[in-house]
């Protein structure tokens, strides 16, 4: 195995589509599209074989140091995203999250972000959109606050992906959740008739729910009508409606 220091052996394209086609059953293949909507081919993979053959990209991300370490993971999730197969984007995202959430702070800043809004911008469906909403974006503008204006003019955004990246980013925050921010995405959102948004705002308020559940309860009946039913049910699901 290449040293996890060296960004140009550690991060292998042609190694993990090698890995991940030792452990593919083509079986799979027709369910996985199915599932998915038929938005991209599939190896067919499963999940779990895929993360234990993921398992030297996780580390690398999450021992990684430097600029030129960032530099090669947003090389290696584009390179990724530009594979025909959706397990690869599955393998940038948790690379993406692993770097995210590490210990000692974003290994992602600011000026990184740019280039993750690009990958959820392109082969947009909720698989990837969710994760990297709320396991990347959402650390790293916890960790850096300057980005919270970012989120703010993403919740306007004409395409609903990045809407929905806005709403979610808050996904794992528990009581660091800023409720004034969320409930104003909720309202600024809440007459779409997209699914995904409506979805989106029902489940951000139900995951606040679970640290706030009377908050949320009075947030829902106080605005009425002007939450869909998706929206309403999903704020509730866990409170009785």
């Not at 809004?117 to 392109?122: G, H, M, S, V, Y």
């Not at 850096?144 to 003019?153: F, G």
């Not at 809440?190 to 559940?213: C, H, M, T």
């Amino acid at each position: 195995m290449a040293r996890l220091t060296d960004h140009t052996d550690a991060l292998d394209l042609a190694w993990l589509r090698a890995a991940l086609t030792a452990v593919a059953d083509p079986s799979k293949v027709d369910a996985m599209r199915a599932y998915m909507k038929d938005i991209a081919p599939f190896l067919g993979v499963t999940a779990a074989d895929r993360r234990h053959e993921q398992r030297r990209f996780i580390t690398w991300a999450r021992t990684a140091t430097g600029d030129a370490a960032v530099d090669a993971l947003l090389d290696f999730a584009e390179a990724c995203w530009a594979e025909p197969e959706r397990e690869f984007q599955y393998v940038a995202t948790d690379m993406l999250r692993a770097a995210a959430t590490r210990r000692d702070g974003t290994m992602l800043r600011q000026e990184h972000l740019p280039r993750v809004e690009q990958l959820l911008r392109a082969k947009s469906w909720w698989d990837t959109v969710d994760s990297l909403a709320a396991w990347t974006v959402g650390p790293m503008v916890l960790a850096q606050p300057a980005l919270v204006s970012t989120m703010d003019e993403w919740i306007d955004d004409d395409d609903f992906w990045i809407a929905r990246t806005a709403i979610l980013h808050q996904l794992s925050y528990g009581r660091a959740t800023d409720r004034e921010r969320l409930f104003r995405y909720v309202d600024r959102r809440s007459a779409d008739n997209e699914f995904f948004i409506r979805k989106a705002l029902g489940w951000a308020l139900r995951q606040y729910a679970r640290v706030a559940p009377d908050e949320v309860r009075s947030f829902v009946e106080a605005r009425g009508s002007r939450l869909s039913g998706l929206t309403r049910r999903e704020a509730l699901k866990h409170l009785g409606s």
